[in-house]
């Protein structure tokens, strides 16, 4: 299949997809008093990948399968790194106007 060029507008197709009941069960656990579902990861990757990459799916499904997979595994690292810089205390309040901490800051929230 070709190189999948993840657009912003392709990840969140990819999110939007994630987020629906029948695939957050699996990929994400299930909430409280929920049943689970019979489905592996890899099935709901595949599933996604037949939604937002409709013409490489139809060419290999199990190669879309794995970019959905690993796509998504790189959003799920890249946000538990930033939740927990955002959850890491504060360095208190900083008199020097010249203070800049040496922290990175993520400018992207959902």
Same mark, same amino acid.
């Given at each position: 299949?070709?190189?999948? $060029?993840?657009?912003? +507008? %392709?990840?969140?197709?990819?999110?939007a997809?994630?987020?629906?009941?029948?695939?957050?069960?699996? %990929? %994400?656990?299930k909430?409280?008093?929920?049943?689970?579902?019979? $489905?592996?990861?890899?099935?709901?990757?595949?599933r996604?990948?037949?939604?937002?990459?409709? +013409?490489?799916y139809?060419l290999?499904?199990?190669?879309?399968? +794995? =970019?959905?997979?690993?796509?998504?595994?790189?959003?799920?690292? =890249?946000?538990k =790194?930033h939740?927990c810089?955002?959850?890491?205390?504060g360095?208190?309040?900083?008199d +020097?106007?010249?203070?800049?901490? $040496?922290?990175?800051?993520?400018?992207?929230?959902?």
């Amino acid at each position: 299949i070709p190189e999948i $060029d993840w657009t912003t +507008d %392709l990840t969140w197709k990819l999110l939007a997809e994630a987020e629906k009941s029948e695939n957050r069960k699996t %990929l %994400l656990g299930k909430k409280k008093d929920e049943n689970t579902l019979k $489905d592996t990861k890899i099935a709901v990757f595949r599933r996604i990948g037949s939604v937002i990459l409709m +013409d490489s799916y139809a060419l290999n499904p199990d190669a879309v399968g +794995d =970019h959905v997979k690993k796509r998504f595994d790189y959003l799920v690292n =890249h946000y538990k =790194h930033h939740a927990c810089r955002l959850r890491t205390t504060g360095e208190g309040v900083q008199d +020097d106007p010249g203070y800049e901490p $040496d922290e990175e800051h993520f400018n992207h929230y959902v």
